[in-house]
């Protein structure tokens, strides 16, 4: 099982890689990131709120939340407000044209997805989902499984 593990692991690092490549490519033209629009997308649903509250809904550190809002309302796809009440409270908001970024975006998003899955049949995909969500419990089980711990225990093992 140890070399048919190694294998998917190489395999799946690789899908990982192209991946990111490609779907980074859409954005890089147009000097927009992944998490600009997840920032554009988040506002789009619900719009107007507080800076605080916008980071941590995306986990977004604070700062790097500063500097992705800046280059996004340099480019004139939000802005930025203070609330009426209280000076300090910062309200962010997004723009027609942070819209039509948007849109393009998901739009984007959707024929890279047709094309990526496109070669599996409807019941390769239902079944590639269910094994993708497994690991994803797995990964995200941290009180039951400590993947370092468990990682460092096999890397042990392997070793003469």
Known sequence: MTELSN?????FNKVVHHYRHYYGMQFSSDHRS???IRILKRLNIENGQMQGAL????????????ECLHKLESKHYINRRP????RR??????TAAGRAVLKEALDGRNEFT?????SLTPDEQQALNEL????EDTLADTQHFDFMAEFTKRLAQTKL
């Open 7 to 11: 294998e998917l692991f190489q395999t």
């Open 34 to 36: 992944v998490s600009q």
């Open 55 to 66: 980071a941590e809904s995306l986990d977004i550190r604070p700062s790097s939340l500063t």
């Open 83 to 86: 609330d009426h009440h209280d």
């Open 89 to 94: 409270i910062t309200h962010v908001f997004i």
């Open 114 to 118: 047709e094309t990526l899955f496109g």
């Open 132 to 135: 993708l969500n497994k690991l």
